[in-house]
């Protein structure tokens, strides 16, 4: 994927026993006027967010080790993390690390291009039945925290943006993910093979 300059790729990066060989999810954003300068006070804002939504919903035996956050354009700009060390805040055994929840980023571009996903690990072994699908109210609660994730970003003024591949003859423009989108499915190792 090419990061564009003044865009950035946060690396969410995970371990603990639901994800032993460890776990990583990614997602892109552009820095506007306003948000933090320094790459690890990005870092440190981002695991912020995450630890004020997305870990309200994951079992707790998964940990964010860090946020690595890489400044655009790859090859020059800048990186730099920041320590968490924050389990989820679900009690209870989570599911094999092969599973997680399957969230899609949607843009208001249509295509393949214009969409992407996330797999976030540590998921609670209540949230699912027994054919792979979450319980409602569990795509409520997740729901919840995607938005207030996506919502948290705009707040940072670092707000999420899906990459691309390059063109053959240009740098293709990072799009705006408009929505977090909970799929009602859990994905698993063997889908992600599979795509």
Same mark, same amino acid.
């Given at each position: 994927?090419?990061?564009?300059?003044?865009?950035?790729?946060?690396?969410?990066?995970?371990?603990?026993?639901?994800?032993?060989?460890?776990?990583?999810?990614?997602?892109?954003?552009?820095?506007?006027?306003?948000?933090?300068?320094?790459?690890?006070?990005?870092?440190?804002?981002?695991?912020?967010?995450?630890?004020?939504?997305?870990?309200?919903?994951?079992?707790?035996?998964?940990?964010?080790?860090?946020?690595?956050?890489?400044?655009?354009?790859?090859?020059?700009?800048?990186?730099?993390?920041?320590?968490?060390?924050?389990?989820?805040?679900?009690?209870?055994? $989570?599911?094999? %690390?092969?599973? &997680?929840?399957? =969230?899609?980023?949607?843009?208001? #571009?249509?295509?393949? *291009?214009? /969409?992407?996903?996330?797999?976030?690990?540590?998921?609670?072994?209540?949230?699912?039945?027994?054919?792979?699908?979450?319980?409602?109210?569990?795509?409520?609660?997740?729901?919840?925290?995607?938005?207030?994730?996506?919502?948290?970003?705009?707040?940072?003024?670092?707000?999420?943006?899906?990459?691309?591949?390059?063109?053959?003859?240009?740098?293709? $423009?990072?799009? %705006?993910?408009? &929505?977090?989108? =909970?799929?009602?499915?859990?994905? #698993?190792?063997?889908? *992600?093979? /599979?795509?």
């Amino acid at each position: 994927m090419i990061i564009p300059e003044f865009h950035g790729q946060a690396n969410f990066r995970f371990s603990g026993s639901a994800a032993p060989l460890g776990a990583e999810v990614t997602v892109g954003f552009v820095q506007e006027v306003g948000s933090p300068i320094l790459v690890p006070d990005m870092a440190a804002a981002i695991a912020d967010a995450w630890n004020d939504t997305i870990r309200l919903v994951q079992s707790s035996s998964v940990v964010l080790d860090e946020v690595h956050v890489k400044m655009g354009p790859n090859a020059t700009g800048p990186d730099g993390s920041a320590p968490s060390g924050n389990g989820g805040a679900v009690g209870g055994d $989570a599911l094999p %690390p092969s599973v &997680a929840v399957l =969230v899609r980023k949607t843009t208001a #571009t249509g295509g393949k *291009r214009g /969409r992407g996903r996330m797999y976030w690990p540590g998921v609670p072994e209540s949230y699912v039945n027994a054919s792979g699908a979450l319980t409602p109210a569990v795509i409520v609660s997740w729901q919840t925290q995607c938005d207030a994730f996506l919502a948290a970003m705009d707040a940072l003024f670092l707000p999420l943006r899906l990459f691309h591949s390059p063109g053959l003859t240009s740098v293709p $423009a990072a799009t %705006p993910i408009t &929505a977090l989108t =909970v799929q009602n499915v859990a994905g #698993t190792q063997r889908q *992600r093979m /599979r795509r």
